[in-house]
């Protein structure tokens, strides 16, 4: 994995195999409302509204400059290394001091080609070498055991489940997973 810096913010670009993630710019909002605004893509994900109305991928994409700045959270866009295509997203959030919480989504003409486990693997890679962060969370629905086996196929350890009210306030249940990152003093 290499990094490549990206000048308007400085947010280092990820090179993998078959993808770059790179920071968001406001020409992806089209994109986003398409890929994002599946409905199947929405019943995977927590916060992913549906319907996904217009607006709404600029709005998120115009917040990720100052989180990147104010250090709380790191947004990017998972693209395809040669038609520059977007996939989805990889990102960390709530970021408090050492820790973070994992999210993605991909769009579904991508699904079950491997690029959320590619894309997720670089972004905690990046973030225990580059970022300090020495533990991450992710969580998923229940009803998205996909997700979970990104998480188990990227190193990370099931640490046990939870209920929370999702957006439409539905009890529901998530299953919770970590990556500890010690370093060697």
């Not at 000048?7 to 890929?35: G, H, N, W, Y």
């Not at 990104?150 to 190193?155: A, F």
């Amino acid at each position: 994995m290499n990094y490549l810096l990206c000048e308007a913010m400085k947010q280092p670009c990820i090179k993998t195999d078959r993808l770059i993630l790179r920071r968001f710019c406001k020409a992806d909002s089209k994109d986003v409302q398409q890929l994002a605004g599946k409905r199947e893509v929405s019943e995977t994900t927590l916060n992913i509204p549906y319907p996904y109305k217009d607006g709404m991928a600029t709005e998120w994409i115009s917040a990720h400059s100052t989180n990147w700045t104010k250090r709380n959270a790191v947004a990017y866009a998972i693209t395809d290394k040669i038609s520059g295509k977007l996939i989805g997203t990889v990102s960390l959030t709530k970021i408090v001091g050492n820790h973070a919480e994992l999210g993605y989504w991909i769009g579904l003409p991508f699904w079950g080609l491997g690029y959320c486990t590619e894309a997720a693997s670089a972004l905690v890679e990046f973030a225990f070498m580059n970022l300090r962060i020495t533990k991450i969370i992710a969580e998923h629905l229940s009803s998205n055991p996909s997700s979970g086996r990104v998480m188990q196929k990227i190193g990370m350890n099931y640490i046990g489940s939870k209920k929370i009210l999702d957006r439409n306030k539905k009890m529901v249940p998530l299953e919770i997973y970590e990556a500890i990152h010690t370093t060697n003093t």
